[in-house]
């Protein structure tokens, strides 16, 4: 398991901010053998497409190198006209081949780990001059991985280059009795699908480096219990503050809540635990919502400034506590609980005629109002 400089454990897998954070540094997984392995495979491969053409044309620029008139030789200038001249047949399949091998050589270095470009990795580290970090690298665990990639990868191309010559001996012995040009085309096809083996062998190393350097780079980035803690902290905020910041932004909240009740039609109680504030808009299509609500102390606060603006205070217990439970704060009432609200908005306006008035005493309420079984609350 790894550990840092104190010694202590890095037990925990990194986290998110962690890994974005070292591939802000480019520290990824990479596999060197990975990518020496798509470029070798693909030069072979492009070989094996281009080669004829590429030894037609080497075969054309030796007969044209060597036949030339004798003035030739006295005119330097003329000399690298026809050098030009003879050179131009091998521009478009070299060209083909090379562009071919830049592509893969960038494609092969982020199949592990994608494509990434950090300026931060190319930042001189000056703790690479440290001898001490040099012999430590010279002699460490990853200098021997190293050393055992280089023993097997030498194993894996002397034994693949050992059976391609077995296999193949007959036919080189046969290419000396092969007359010309003809043995020079099948010896260069021969190299080639001999060039392709050997590159292919190199899968072998690939096979075992990429999940070494996978767990390689898993385990320098774990960390230790404390580093996460650190990093909650750092990211989430200390639970006190955070805290706090819930307590003010509840605060802000109910002083928000305290200021748009005197805007309320009604206020339904318990009559001792919960009081509700609602505002029902007749000019407009809203049907009655809630503008305030609180419990205890707060229902109590509701009520008293009910009362300074002499809004009115209906004591339904049932409907009281079926609006708290199912209804929150800007919300309309349900549906279902509309028949009870239009009963006391109703009551409401009915009194309001009868002080100024315009209409008789108004009936009083039910005592039991109608509630839904799904709103009955008894608590």
Not at 262 to 268: E, L
Not at 279 to 285: I, P, S
Request: with cysteine; aromatic share 10%.
């Amino acid at each position: 398991m790894a550990e840092n400089e104190n010694g202590t454990e890095r037990s925990e897998e990194a986290t998110p901010e962690k890994l974005r954070k070292s591939k802000e540094k480019g520290q990824v997984a990479r596999s060197k053998e990975l990518a020496t392995a798509s470029v070798l495979i693909s030069a072979a491969v492009a070989f094996l497409f281009f080669g004829d053409r590429l030894a037609y044309e080497l075969t054309i620029m030796m007969k044209r190198g060597f036949t030339f008139e004798r003035s030739v030789l006295f005119s330097p200038e003329y000399m690298w006209i026809h050098l030009t001249a003879i050179s131009k047949g091998l521009a478009m399949p070299m060209f083909i081949i090379l562009l071919m091998l830049f592509i893969i050589s960038i494609l092969g270095s982020s199949l592990l780990g994608g494509m990434l470009f950090s300026s931060k990795a190319m930042m001189p580290k000056w703790s690479r001059l440290s001898p001490k970090a040099g012999v430590k690298r010279m002699f460490g665990m990853q200098a021997y991985v190293e050393l055992l990639k280089s023993i097997l990868k030498v194993l894996v191309v002397i034994g693949m280059a050992w059976w391609i010559l077995g296999v193949t001996f007959d036919r080189i012995l046969h290419l000396s009795v092969t007359p010309l040009p003809a043995s020079v085309f099948e010896a260069l096809d021969m190299l080639t699908w001999m060039f392709l083996l050997l590159c292919c062998s190199m899968l072998v190393i690939v096979v075992v480096d990429v999940p070494y350097q996978i767990y390689k780079h898993s385990e320098e980035l774990k960390m230790t219990k404390q580093e996460v803690k650190d990093e909650y902290r750092n990211s989430e905020g200390k639970p006190e503050v955070k805290q706090r910041i819930r307590q003010l932004q509840y605060e802000a909240s109910q002083r928000k809540m305290m200021a748009d009740v005197p805007d309320a039609d009604v206020i339904v109680t318990n009559p001792t635990h919960y009081s509700v504030a609602i505002k029902y808009e007749q000019q407009g299509a809203r049907a009655p919502y809630i503008v305030a609500k609180g419990v205890d102390f707060m229902a109590l606060k509701i009520r008293e400034v009910a009362r300074e603006y002499e809004i009115p205070v209906m004591c339904t217990p049932p409907l009281c506590r079926a609006i708290y439970h199912t209804t929150e704060i800007g919300e309309e009432v349900p549906e279902e609980l509309f028949v009870a609200i239009a009963q006391i908005l109703a009551y409401i306006y009915q009194l309001e005629q009868f002080r100024k008035g315009k209409s008789g005493r108004p009936k009083a309420l039910p005592e039991d109002l109608k509630i839904p079984k799904g709103f009955q609350y008894n608590d």
